[in-house]
């Protein structure tokens, strides 16, 4: 596992990748983006030559720290297995060299192991910050994510309750509204430009439940996958973030949020200078659905893809790495509806070049449901352009399900070039795989024991004389092959004597 943590009450899962999100028997929020006064204040960009001070000043009134509190519930095992909640990576020495912060709120027990389960009860902090005056106010959905009661408490000290209005687990992003009749609040916007790398940037929070904490940096890198959901687009920064900091805000010189501090990796629990931060791109699009639906509403293509690599790539005959080949087309889909079909290679959506599986995934997500959009693909060597009406993401995933014949005569037969070898499958379409040379390109590739082919070269399989078929018919010095395992279905490349 990656050595990534949740800036919250995500425990350490792994080496180091770990939330910054200090416990106290559950979970941690902290203060975030930049105070933009009541009457929006637009100062000057700091110079960062003279300090933060400044910056300082205007944001902190916007940023709070959230405080979680959760009702017992039966521990996981895994939690039993540890005698309770576990202490993160790193907060046994620090509790050790600083006693006086054991028993603080907010340093408690630090993050849990199991980000669903707080087997405890108890209370959690973390941080957030406030984008509107009557009120409404940012953070991590693993910060209150299952909470009992939800509060506020602002720079001056003043406690306010709070409800959650939304959350989105698959941006792990929250929406909250303090509840306080008559009160006008200081608040931070979402900035409008696009961060570079290089720019400096200042991150709020609450580490280790010391209370708000100013740390800056510069962005290290943009467009991070870290591997926390389908749509990960972290922006990297070097501004230190430890536990405590998650829903923080990350601002710009003028002020302005640009990230929203949400992981952290860290071999130790502690910053190593490697954090996470959810762009204002991204952020302003989900809050916004969050405050009008309550929750987030995307755009649906229904297919299952991946990327094209190199291999692929020369098995299809096409010049560049790009796209993202549809691996399955989900029944009573857009795509379906629009004639997508399995190993077509998507090129292009509303106009816009498609440059990975990921792009694609995220491309669609924005786009309204509903809205019909041109979609380029690339079939058998030739470019076809369709017109696919983009439908409502559903809760639950549908899966393709496809009726095919199968050959039950013919036995097991070896398929030395390719190091396989192969028996009708006895479930559905397809042949499965009964054996994998060691050594072989197969068995590099991935390919093990009870997998099942679905497709060699573009055409479907159903015995293993068809596999024959489809090989002897190929003509590239690879040859793309369906494979579907219990994780799903995937192209791989396996180069052929022709090769």
Do not use: C
């Given at each position: 596992?990656?050595n990534?943590?949740?800036?919250?009450t995500?425990?350490?899962?792994?080496?180091?990748?770990?939330?910054?999100?200090?416990?106290?028997?559950?979970?941690?929020?902290?203060?975030?983006?930049?105070?933009?006064?009541?009457?929006?204040?637009?100062a000057?960009?700091i110079?960062?030559?003279?300090?933060?001070?400044?910056?300082?000043?205007?944001?902190?009134?916007?940023?709070?720290?959230?405080?979680?509190?959760?009702?017992?519930?039966?521990?996981?095992?895994?939690?039993?297995?540890?005698?309770?909640?576990?202490?993160?990576?790193?907060m046994?020495?620090?509790?050790?060299?600083?006693?006086q912060?054991r028993?603080?709120?907010?340093?408690?027990?630090?993050?849990?192991?199991d980000?669903?389960?707080?087997?405890?009860?108890?209370?959690?902090?973390?941080?957030?910050?406030?984008?509107?005056?009557?009120?409404?106010?940012?953070?991590?959905?693993h910060v209150?994510k299952?909470?009992?009661?939800?509060?506020?408490t602002?720079?001056?000290?003043?406690?306010?309750?709070?409800?959650?209005?939304?959350?989105?687990a698959?941006?792990?992003?929250?929406?909250?509204?303090?509840?306080?009749?008559?009160?006008?609040?200081?608040?931070?916007?979402?900035?409008k430009?696009?961060?570079?790398?290089g720019?400096?940037?200042?991150?709020?929070?609450?580490?280790?439940?010391l209370?708000?904490?100013?740390?800056?940096?510069i962005?290290?890198?943009?467009?991070?996958?870290?591997?926390?959901?389908?749509?990960?687009?972290?922006?990297?920064?070097?501004?230190?973030?430890?536990?405590?900091?998650?829903?923080?805000?990350?601002?710009?010189?003028?002020?302005?949020?640009?990230?929203?501090?949400?992981?952290?990796?860290?071999?130790?629990?502690?910053?190593?200078?490697?954090?996470?931060?959810?762009?204002?791109?991204?952020?302003?699009?989900?809050?916004?659905?969050?405050?009008?639906?309550?929750?987030?509403?995307?755009?649906w293509?229904g297919?299952?893809?991946?990327?094209?690599?190199e291999?692929?790539?020369?098995?299809?005959?096409?010049?560049?790495?790009?796209?993202?080949?549809?691996?399955?087309?989900t029944?009573?889909?857009?795509?379906?509806a629009?004639?997508?079909?399995?190993g077509?290679?998507i090129?292009?959506?509303?106009?816009?070049?498609?440059?990975?599986?990921?792009?694609?995934?995220?491309?669609?997500?924005?786009?309204?449901?509903?809205?019909?959009?041109?979609?380029?693909v690339?079939?058998?060597?030739?470019?076809?352009?369709?017109?696919?009406?983009?439908g409502?993401?559903?809760?639950?995933?549908?899966?393709?399900?496809?009726?095919?014949?199968k050959?039950?005569?013919?036995?097991?037969?070896?398929?030395?070039?390719?190091?396989?070898?192969?028996a009708?499958?006895?479930?559905?379409?397809?042949?499965?795989?009964?054996d994998?040379?060691?050594?072989?390109?197969?068995?590099?590739?991935?390919?093990?024991?009870?997998?099942?082919?679905?497709?060699?070269?573009?055409?479907e399989?159903?015995?293993?004389?068809?596999?024959?078929?489809?090989?002897?018919?190929?003509?590239?010095?690879?040859?793309?092959?369906?494979?579907?395992?219990?994780?799903?279905?995937?192209?791989?490349?396996?180069p052929?004597?022709?090769?």
């Amino acid at each position: 596992m990656s050595n990534f943590t949740k800036n919250t009450t995500l425990g350490a899962f792994a080496a180091g990748l770990m939330a910054a999100t200090a416990l106290v028997g559950a979970v941690s929020v902290l203060p975030a983006t930049q105070a933009v006064a009541q009457n929006q204040l637009q100062a000057a960009a700091i110079d960062p030559s003279k300090g933060f001070a400044d910056l300082v000043d205007r944001v902190m009134p916007a940023v709070v720290s959230v405080q979680v509190k959760y009702a017992t519930v039966a521990a996981t095992g895994e939690d039993q297995a540890q005698g309770g909640r576990q202490m993160p990576n790193g907060m046994e020495d620090f509790f050790k060299q600083f006693p006086q912060f054991r028993n603080m709120p907010g340093m408690g027990q630090g993050d849990q192991g199991d980000e669903d389960s707080h087997p405890n009860g108890g209370m959690a902090m973390g941080s957030g910050f406030i984008i509107s005056a009557d009120g409404y106010a940012v953070t991590n959905n693993h910060v209150v994510k299952d909470a009992d009661q939800v509060s506020v408490t602002m720079k001056d000290g003043a406690e306010y309750k709070a409800e959650v209005i939304g959350t989105d687990a698959k941006t792990d992003l929250a929406l909250i509204k303090i509840d306080a009749k008559d009160k006008k609040f200081d608040y931070v916007s979402f900035t409008k430009d696009e961060p570079r790398v290089g720019d400096w940037v200042m991150a709020v929070g609450n580490p280790f439940g010391l209370g708000g904490t100013v740390t800056t940096g510069i962005v290290s890198a943009l467009g991070r996958d870290i591997g926390s959901g389908p749509y990960d687009n972290f922006m990297q920064i070097d501004a230190a973030i430890n536990r405590g900091n998650s829903g923080g805000p990350a601002f710009n010189l003028e002020g302005e949020v640009v990230g929203i501090n949400t992981a952290i990796f860290s071999p130790s629990g502690g910053s190593v200078g490697i954090g996470f931060a959810i762009p204002a791109s991204t952020a302003q699009n989900v809050i916004e659905s969050l405050k009008e639906n309550g929750k987030v509403t995307r755009g649906w293509l229904g297919v299952q893809i991946q990327p094209v690599t190199e291999d692929i790539a020369e098995s299809l005959g096409l010049k560049d790495a790009k796209g993202a080949i549809v691996a399955d087309v989900t029944e009573d889909s857009p795509a379906l509806a629009a004639g997508v079909k399995q190993g077509d290679t998507i090129l292009k959506i509303d106009g816009k070049d498609v440059s990975d599986s990921r792009d694609l995934s995220r491309k669609v997500a924005g786009i309204k449901p509903g809205d019909s959009v041109p979609l380029t693909v690339v079939r058998d060597g030739k470019t076809i352009d369709l017109d696919v009406k983009i439908g409502t993401m559903p809760d639950d995933k549908k899966m393709a399900s496809k009726d095919a014949g199968k050959d039950e005569g013919d036995k097991s037969v070896s398929l030395a070039d390719l190091g396989l070898r192969v028996a009708p499958a006895e479930d559905g379409p397809g042949v499965t795989v009964t054996d994998v040379a060691k050594g072989s390109a197969a068995a590099g590739m991935g390919l093990k024991a009870g997998d099942t082919i679905l497709e060699v070269a573009g055409q479907e399989v159903h015995a293993p004389s068809d596999v024959r078929a489809a090989l002897k018919a190929n003509d590239k010095k690879k040859v793309l092959i369906l494979v579907k395992t219990g994780e799903g279905q995937r192209f791989i490349a396996l180069p052929t004597a022709k090769g």
